[in-house]
């Protein structure tokens, strides 16, 4: 695709890796057809390549955008199903982080769109803020049933009970020690996965040492195009992984929810070239950790077999591009495994996205609900909380991240999604 940037634009940070971007776009379109959004719009602009557009009429200049440049690029979920399929080896997450943080910069939301987008980041991203909010959206919420929109979705969404928080468990000879990164939705929402996961790891002598201190890593806050809190999240978790020892003490820093993994490993492209926190930034982002790589096969059978779909999250296949092997894994552990249908295709998490964008979250949650019912599985493996909490149904299987399955096939404790399912 020609571009047609003024020089000094092109002397801004990132700007040379956008053009060479948008210059190797050669419009063939191959990319629409993974595109989860136009598969339901059907709508060219919320297709990557109408995206592509929008984004190079929008940086070339530098010009504020249109209400409608703003509406496509949000609509976008940055699964980046569109890089994976693209032959010309275009680099869409370039292109659209560096949008939504031109966006961020220069367009003025309505003001109600910016409260809910600050106080989903707010809330997300402080595992205590979250509890909080939690409790007082229940107490709320009989009288909040009538507030519409996204704020309703928002408390509706909210107000559940959430577990306590749980011990880790270490090994009684440790062979090796794995820093844990507790992640911020993950830890308020779903504390058991790293139960299950430090016992696990446990069984194979790796003793899990918890980065209390890290808190979020600013994924969320780099979606939203949030530069700034993104960087602020970024220094705080290089600092946890300074006071814990480090590149001295550990081999490997792991989080168990790949979205937050996938954004982890980019974390040198938020330093400029000569701050000093970019060696720390490559040196972390090059020891996040694949857990399926760190757990072998035991020789053990599960009390009961199961029928078990995995669900790929995209951050995983697309993001990170890990091949990770967790069917064979539970295959090991004597369950049957199968890959949904569409299992390319994003189930709407994504982040916030699922706040943001409720309605497109919706008819792409209700895809994938259909693909799991037709599979006829007891139980839906995934290992990123967003799709895991995504994919959540009371009338159909249980949805759990696939390290807590293959904890209990070990001996561990019953998941309590999968105690149902064992009584009946
Ligand atoms: S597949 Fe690649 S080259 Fe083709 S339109 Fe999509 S982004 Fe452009
Ligand atoms: S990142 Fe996903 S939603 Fe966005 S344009 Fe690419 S395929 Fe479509």
């Known amino acids: 695709m020609r571009t047609n940037f003024a ?19 050669v419009h063939c379109g191959i990319c629409t057809a993974s595109c989860p959004t136009y598969l339901l719009t059907g709508d060219e602009r919320d297709s990557p390549r109408g995206r592509i557009i929008l984004i190079k009429e ?6 504020v955008p249109s209400d409608e440049t703003v509406h496509h690029l949000d609509r976008c979920l940055s699964c980046l199903a569109c890089r994976s399929a693209c032959p010309s080896n275009v680099d869409y997450r370039e292109l659209i982080d ?6 961020a910069k220069t367009y ?8 809910l987008r600050r106080l989903v980041l707010e809330t997300l991203s402080r595992p205590a803020l979250f509890r909080s909010g939690a409790q007082v959206a229940r107490l709320l ?3 909040t049933k009538s507030v519409p929109g ?5 408390i509706a969404k909210g107000a559940r009970a959430l577990p306590a928080r749980q011990p880790l468990s270490t090994p009684q000879t440790v062979e090796r020690e794995v820093a844990l990164l507790p992640g911020c939705v993950q830890a308020a929402l779903a504390p058991t996965i790293d139960a299950a996961t430090a016992r696990v790891l446990s069984r194979r002598g790796i003793r899990l040492v918890p980065l209390e201190t890290a808190h979020c ?3 969320l806050a780099h979606h939203l195009g949030e530069d700034g809190a993104a960087k602020v999240s970024a220094k705080n978790v290089l600092a946890a992984f300074a006071a814990a020892g480090g590149t001295e003490r550990f081999a490997e820093v792991l989080i168990t929810a790949t979205g937050c993994a996938a954004h982890l490993t980019t974390y040198a492209e938020l330093f400029a070239p000569r701050d000093p926190l970019l060696a720390q930034a490559e040196a972390l982002a090059g020891r996040i950790a694949d857990l399926t790589q760190l757990v072998r096969a035991l020789p053990v059978a599960a009390p009961q077999a199961l029928r078990v779909a995995l669900h790929r999250p995209c951050s995983q296949s697309h993001g990170l591009r890990w091949r990770s092997d967790a069917a064979s894994l539970l295959r090991a552990a004597g369950h049957s495994v199968v890959d949904l249908a569409e299992t390319d295709i994003c189930c709407g998490s994504a982040g916030s996205y699922s706040l943001l964008q409720p309605e497109l979250s919706a008819q792409l949650r209700m895809r994938k609900r259909a693909h799991i019912s037709r599979s006829a599985v007891q139980v839906v493996v995934s290992s990123n909380i967003g799709c895991i909490d995504q994919l959540a149904d009371p009338a159909g299987p249980t949805v759990l991240h696939w390290i807590e399955l293959l904890d209990w096939s070990e001996g561990g404790p019953v998941p309590a999604g999968l105690s149902r399912l064992l009584h009946a």
């Open 141 to 143: 919420r009989p009288l």
């Open 58 to 63: 929008m940086l070339e200049t530098g010009a």
């Open 217 to 219: 890593c600013g994924a």
């Open 98 to 103: 560096e949008a939504r943080s031109h966006i």
């Open 7 to 25: 020089p000094d634009r092109l002397e801004l940070p990132n700007m040379a890796r956008v053009e060479h971007n948008l210059r190797a776009c």
């Open 108 to 115: 003025r939301r309505r003001r109600a769109d910016q409260l």
């Open 150 to 154: 996204r704020l309703g979705d928002l």
